[in-house]
């Protein structure tokens, strides 16, 4: 996992707190229904990474790791930097990993990810 620059370039989010609020959403819908390329399109037009559900608190990171999808997550943290940390609700993405039950490496890549985010403070 590196801390670089994400690998692809988002456009410029929107002045207009409405559309904002609308590509989030997509963003946000996108996670729980573990469709990546509509993650992918909701971030390059412009959604935040590290927006957060109003009603659960949960972020694009956190609806992957408890929906257990690795391959969302590895692409949410190492390609686009989401933030490791609590969703609205104060709960860590490993938190979320154990309520869950998530598969092993799952459990041990946001470990190790949560971990590294933590040390580097």
């Known amino acids: 996992m590196s801390g670089a620059a994400p690998r692809r370039a988002p456009k410029t989010r929107p002045d207009d707190s409405e559309a904002a609020d609308r590509l989030d959403h997509a963003l946000l819908k996108a996670a ?8 992918i399109a909701a971030l390059e037009d412009g959604a935040d990474v590290n927006a957060q559900d109003r009603a659960t608190g949960l972020a694009a990171l956190h609806i992957a ?5 690795l391959s969302l997550a590895r692409m949410l943290i190492e390609d686009w930097r989401a933030a490791i940390q609590p969703d ?3 709960r ?12 092993e490496d799952l459990s041990d890549y946001i470990a ?3 971990e590294m985010a933590q040390s580097s403070e």
């Not at 729980?32 to 993650?39: F, L, T």
């Open 32 to 39: 729980y229904a573990a469709d990546r390329d509509a993650v």
């Open 65 to 69: 790791v408890g929906t257990n999808n």
């Open 88 to 90: 609205g609700n104060g």
């Open 92 to 103: 860590w993405p490993t938190v979320i990993a154990a309520r869950c039950r998530v598969d």
């Open 112 to 114: 190790e990810a949560e």
